[in-house]
């Protein structure tokens, strides 16, 4: 049975096929490698996180395989790695959704929370998943932070968040303020630490760094003031 759509007050739902050419393909892809997760994948951190960063899919043989969010392609090794090198990670590699890695202050999510055919989720299945991702964003209280990897998950952010994208711009390493005025939220942009950008160097781990050094700063300005 396809559901129709999911609602902005959506939980984690393992069972989903809201989007039939998701569902269908994870079937496929299910058969072909029985021992893969093959699901909707959950988010993946501290429940009451300060920060929640923004993917924009899981991988066919990273998250969609494990299980957990940025685990098992190498988009996680440079995404784990600076997330313990700021403290939000006990261990700089996550090896599989039952090791012993945990994160404080910080959540992983995507924007589209199943495997898409060449990594490629339609604007269609964005907008139909992003009741998850407004759900996985209510939790953070007022002045945390949220961090987009690429466009797809900073336009996701903001149609959750219910912002203007015109007001908004995507920009590595740009600043957003969003949100409610009672719960306002920064939105940081970067691109993705995929492969692809590592490897043609238009994202460095020093440029990965400073992203997160403006976050480190805004977290310590918020403290400072409670």
């Known amino acids: 049975m396809i559901r ?40 993946f951190g501290d429940d009451k996180a300060w920060l929640v960063i923004v993917g924009l899919a899981p991988g066919m043989h990273g998250a969609n395989a494990s299980g957990r969010p940025f685990t098992g392609d190498y988009a996680g090794v440079l995404l784990y790695q600076t997330l313990f ?3 939000w990670a006990t261990k700089p590699q996550s090896l599989s959704a039952t090791d012993d890695l945990k994160l404080t202050g910080a959540r992983l999510t995507n924007a589209v ?21 407004a759900n996985d964003l209510r939790a953070i209280p007022k002045g ?33 303020r969003v949100g409610p005025p009672e719960r306002a939220l920064t939105l940081y942009d970067s691109y993705h630490c ?4 590592t490897n043609t160097r238009r994202l460095t781990p020093q440029m990965f ?10 977290h310590d300005g918020i403290r400072a003031q409670s």
């Open 113 to 133: 929370k199943c495997l898409p055919p060449d990594n490629k989720p339609t604007p269609a299945e964005a907008k139909k998943c992003n009741g998850f991702l």
């Open 85 to 87: 090198d700021f403290g």
């Open 4 to 43: 129709p759509i999911v609602s902005p007050d959506a939980v984690y739902d393992a069972d989903c096929r809201a989007c039939q050419r998701l569902a269908t393909f994870l079937d496929k892809v299910k058969v072909a490698n029985p021992t893969y997760f093959c699901k909707p994948v959950p988010p």
């Open 194 to 197: 995929s492969r692809y950008n």
């Open 209 to 218: 760094h400073d992203v997160f050094e403006k976050i480190r700063v805004h």
């Open 144 to 176: 945390g932070a949220i961090l987009a990897l690429g466009r797809i998950a900073h336009d996701a952010v903001l149609r959750a968040l219910e912002a203007r994208a015109a007001a908004h711009p995507f920009a590595h390493g740009a600043a957003h």
